[in-house]
């Protein structure tokens, strides 16, 4: 009972410090889901196309990015683009944007290999019938993938894309080694102040699941309505 009054305490006197944290990780989050979508379906479609070199290419890369560690990928874009001559710009009026920037660049790079294996999956698992249907009917290529093929590939992929999300929101925690003000930032911040560590933990790692727990519930409405649409 004491441990619970405990982390209220620390939510009651430190609880803004910790929202604040919430909204940096969920900016991040959702830049890096955006940008790592756009950027798995480029590769996904580089991957299967028949074009050899970017065939290629987005295997390699896609092998590279899944092969290396998350924190070595953020590390070597932050601190080793800048020693090339590659500097992420600072903006006055928005603090750290630089580390903003270089946390969602490292972050949707990462994500965007896992997320190219996911719609790639979500294509193959589509009828080959379709794509015959919509070549008979006099659609291109481009015009089949996008308007007959993808579409139905989304419905297949939402809970992997969901659960990509929540990964991202859980795995954002590791920007705040390059000092990027995110909730797990501001958690060590509280623990280097008071010295209370258990409870401080516990106290973020509610916040996560209750993040993760809702992004969950989200995802799993838009596939019943997806669902029921299809019905």
């Known amino acids: 009972m004491i441990f619970f009054e405990r982390m209220v305490k620390i939510f009651m006197k430190y609880g803004g410090f910790l929202l604040n944290g919430v909204g940096n990780t969920l900016i991040i989050a959702l830049f890096t889901v955006l940008f790592g979508t756009v950027l798995g379906t480029l590769l996904a479609i580089m991957k299967m196309g028949r074009f050899t070199p970017t065939r290629w290419f987005a295997c390699a890369y896609i092998e590279f990015i ?120 501001q958690a060590n911040g509280i623990m280097a102040g008071t010295f209370i560590y258990l409870e401080t933990l516990a106290l973020t790692a509610v916040i996560y699941f209750i993040m993760t727990f809702t992004t969950s519930r989200l995802i799993s409405l838009a596939e019943r309505k997806m669902s029921n649409g299809k019905k």
């Open 66 to 185: 899944r092969g290396t560690p998350l924190m070595v990928q953020l590390m070597f874009i932050f601190y080793g683009l800048p020693m090339i001559g590659i500097e992420f710009p600072d903006i006055s009026f928005i603090p750290n944007f630089s580390r903003f920037l270089a946390g969602i660049v490292a972050m949707s790079l990462n994500s965007g290999a896992y997320v190219a294996e996911i719609i790639r999956s979500g294509i193959q698992a589509v009828d080959v019938g379709q794509t015959e249907a919509a070549r008979s009917l006099g659609f291109k290529h481009s015009e089949t993938l996008r308007l007959v093929v993808l579409p139905q590939a989304i419905k297949n992929i939402l809970p992997a894309l969901g659960n990509e999300f929540v990964t991202v929101i859980k795995e954002s925690s590791i920007v705040s080694i390059i000092g990027i003000s995110d909730l797990m930032y």
